[in-house]
């Protein structure tokens, strides 16, 4: 090892020396991925924030929530990978293990992965969480290596390391870094980090020290401090293997090989540079980067012992040589896949080596609709011959809908509407979200994964399909509209073609039914809406209601039943005047006979409105679908009782005053509702037919 003194002082600055102060001032740092990515996600305090999920409080990230498209929901997997990370941060044992996302097919598994390789690489093109590595110059003054005259750390391996690594004791070690600058606590930190050389660098750097007679002024000359390039198609810093064929797929994939146009410059046969590394995806991502295994079970067996042995040892080991890691490992697998490798009792220590992480479907319906907008798409849609595609303003909750009561499990508690509802926060009649607690905690101790929440359903892909089926209909095409009616004949498609299980068919076509009665509903709101020529007519007469029945009560109601009280979202004083019989027909359209269960309905909406309006003032009660479907059917009933049914009125336009309503409604409903010519009759017609009627 070197002979000079530690503590002599040097002549001049070199690249290394100069890396070295800028560490210990803070202007560089010193890390491995795991504090990295940890201080990436919880850097910040005031993007970390408390919300319930379920019934449950949790945590969100918001570094998770930023960018055109960034990851919705996942509120556990997330809260669970951070825990991964934070431990393997502070030393805990989740650095020496890999984390595993496993779920159904087109539930986001990849997209995280992406997203979250996106952003470290964001993080680390700033200045101050940029990476260094060395490079070895001047090499044709060694002899041996023809004309390779320089040589990068094959695994980008920080300065730091070959600082740690000068001298044969750890106590030489630190009082030469002590001499530069650093404090006790700064080196023991540092030390925390501490890996011994690769076998590559180790044996070019002995060369240097015989060279230059262990001076190490002299061996400082031949080290160059680089930046580790963030390149997502190198695969440096963030790269992915995705599991290929038993033919095609090999170790040298993850590891690299005995190069031979190495060879023929190399001149000693024992130099483990003869080895290219770089061939493999692992020495790419070894210097602090993050590895995504794709797939990683669906890997012939002997790749799986590779990332045995990388995920215990944190090393790649060839032929004796070894060069450590700084890796964070995370890999994807379907639920298929992982039940046949677990049924190989011999692969259990893979599995061991594992954080298991079963990711669900999403299954909140406001954030469903969020996906759902991305799946449609946010450039502008044309027809085959060019024209201008119109969206349905139902298109987006008719498949929500679909596709969320899809992923809901069967329970004696709840019905499918109901879990829907409480999962996204919503009213659901008298059953509370702690009912659906209970529910997803009973259904969360299956042993059986399929049966837990959420773990079943169509997924985003089958999703992104029926809206190609959707797009490519001649209906669509001809009507230049993406009508949401049509969204259940193309989901009918993608379960007949797409779901192999026959009960799952049975139970999605179920669940359909259920969700065009849903979409009836909405259905109703925009047609009274249309007819009363007001695009929040029904929320105002939904909030009509439920002042009424708080104002009833009211001591200061007189005779006259006026009744005054301020207005939440604007803070002004309003009048109205409380109409019984109003009130008496919207409970009775849903089903409360008797006075005392009317009592206890009018109690169960003024509590509901003291705790929602505290909350969001603009609170508006339109996601209670029973409420909402009731005072649509009293106005439709008492509005136009004198000139006939609206049903029979939109039917028949055989008379001028049927026509005139008719085409007053389409006006209103292309030019203050969203929808176009082809959408509006459409929905006009529909709503005159009795399909789907609950």
């Known amino acids: 090892m070197a002979k000079k003194n530690p503590s002599a002082p040097m002549n001049g600055d070199t690249g290394i020396i100069q890396h070295a102060k800028a560490v210990i001032a803070g202007e560089r740092r010193f890390e491995n991925v795991f504090q990295a990515v940890s201080r990436m996600i919880l850097g910040d305090p005031s993007k970390i924030e408390k919300v319930t999920v379920n019934g449950r409080p949790t945590y969100d990230f918001r570094v998770f929530r930023e960018g055109k498209k960034h990851i919705i929901g996942m509120f556990d997997e997330i809260n669970?990978?951070?825990?991964?990370?934070?431990?393997?941060?502070?030393?805990?044992?989740?650095?020496?293990?890999?984390?595993?996302l496993i779920g159904e097919p087109g539930n986001g598994k990849t997209f995280f992965v992406d997203f979250l390789s996106g952003l470290y690489r964001q993080f680390l093109m700033r200045p101050e969480n940029r990476r260094y590595t060395f490079r070895f110059v001047g090499l044709d003054k060694l002899g041996g290596y023809g004309k390779i005259t320089g040589i990068e750390s094959q695994t980008f391996e920080d300065p730091m390391v070959l600082l740690?690594?000068?001298?044969?004791?750890?106590?030489?070690?630190?009082?030469?870094?002590?001499?530069?600058?650093?404090?006790?606590?700064?080196?023991?930190?540092?030390?925390?980090?501490?890996?011994?050389?690769?076998?590559?660098?180790?044996?070019?750097?002995?060369?240097?020290?015989?060279?230059?007679?262990?001076?190490?002024?002299?061996?400082?000359?031949?080290?160059?401090?680089?930046?580790?390039?963030?390149?997502e198609s190198r695969g440096v810093i963030t790269g992915k293997y995705a599991a290929k064929d038993k033919i095609t797929s090999s170790a040298v994939d993850l590891l690299g090989e005995e190069s031979i146009t190495r060879l023929l410059h190399i001149t000693a046969t024992d130099n483990p540079y003869r080895f290219d590394l770089r061939r493999g995806a692992l020495a790419?991502?070894?210097?602090?980067?993050?590895?995504?295994?794709?797939?990683i079970f669906k890997n012939k067996r002997d790749l799986v012992q590779v990332y045995l042995g990388v995920i215990q040892n944190r090393t790649i080991d060839i032929e004796g040589f070894k060069w450590p890691l700084d890796s964070l490992i995370v890999a994807t697998s379907n639920n298929a896949e992982f039940a046949r490798f677990l049924e190989e009792k011999e692969q259990a220590p893979i599995v061991d080596r594992c954080r298991l992480c079963y990711m669900s479907h999403n299954t909140n319906f406001k954030l469903q609709k969020e996906l759902t907008a991305f799946a449609v798409g946010g450039t502008e849609k044309t027809t085959f011959v060019g024209d201008k595609l119109?969206?349905?303003?139902?298109?987006?909750?008719?498949?929500?809908?679909?596709?969320?009561?899809?992923?809901?499990?069967?329970?004696?508690?709840?019905?499918?509407?109901?879990?829907?509802?409480?999962?996204?926060?919503?009213?659901?009649?008298?059953?509370?979200?702690?009912?659906?607690?209970?529910?997803?905690g009973e259904l969360n101790t299956d042993p059986d994964i399929t049966k837990r929440f959420g773990q079943k359903g169509l997924g985003h892909r089958n999703l992104g399909r029926a809206i190609q089926v959707l797009l490519e209909r001649s209906e669509t095409q001809e009507g230049r509209c993406m009508y949401a009616g049509?969204?259940?004949?193309?989901l009918e498609s993608v379960i007949l073609d797409y779901v192999q299980d026959a009960n799952d068919r049975v139970k999605y076509f179920n669940d359909l039914k259920l969700a065009k009665g849903l979409y009836r509903e909405q259905v109703m709101t925009s047609i009274f809406n249309a007819y009363m020529d007001e695009p929040n007519a029904i929320e105002r007469?939904?909030?009509n209601y439920v002042n009424m029945i708080i104002g009833i009560d009211a001591k200061s109601l007189g005779s006259d039943k006026l009744w005054t009280y301020r207005d939440p979202q604007t803070g002004k004083l309003v009048s109205m005047k409380i109409d019984e019989t109003f009130i008496n027909s919207v409970e009775e359209r849903m089903g409360l006979k008797n006075s005392e269960q009317k009592h206890s309905y009018r109690t169960t909406i003024s509590k509901i409105y003291g705790q929602k309006v505290i909350k969001d003032p603009n609170?508006?009660?339109?996601?209670?679908?029973?409420?909402?479907?009731?005072?649509?059917?009293?106005?439709l009933k008492s509005d136009i009782a004198g000139a006939g049914s609206l049903v029979g009125a939109l039917s028949n336009r055989t008379n001028e005053e049927n026509q005139k309503l008719y085409s007053r409604m389409i006006t209103t409903m292309t030019g203050k509702l969203g929808y176009c010519a082809t959408c509006a009759q459409k929905t006009i017609e529909y709503f005159c037919t009795q399909d789907d009627a609950n």
């Open 284 to 295: 790419r991502v070894a210097g602090g980067g993050i590895h995504f295994a794709d797939e």
């Open 164 to 231: 740690m690594n000068l001298f044969e004791t750890k106590e030489d070690n630190k009082e030469f870094l002590a001499k530069l600058g650093a404090t006790d606590k700064q080196l023991s930190t540092f030390w925390k980090n501490y890996r011994t050389l690769g076998a590559c660098s180790y044996y070019i750097w002995d060369q240097i020290r015989a060279h230059c007679g262990g001076d190490l002024e002299k061996m400082f000359e031949f080290v160059e401090v680089i930046p580790v390039p963030v390149s």
């Open 80 to 100: 669970s990978f951070v825990s991964f990370v934070k431990d393997a941060a502070e030393g805990g044992s989740s650095s020496e293990m890999a984390f595993v």
């Open 486 to 490: 049509d969204a259940f004949k193309a």
């Open 541 to 543: 007469d939904v909030m």
């Open 390 to 440: 119109h969206i349905d303003p139902n298109l987006n909750y008719a498949i929500s809908a679909s596709v969320i009561l899809s992923r809901m499990p069967k329970s004696d508690k709840l019905t499918p509407v109901e879990m829907m509802k409480l999962a996204a926060g919503e009213v659901a009649g008298e059953k509370s979200i702690k009912t659906l607690a209970e529910v997803i």
């Open 619 to 635: 609170y508006n009660f339109m996601d209670n679908n029973d409420l909402v479907k009731a005072v649509t059917d009293v106005r």
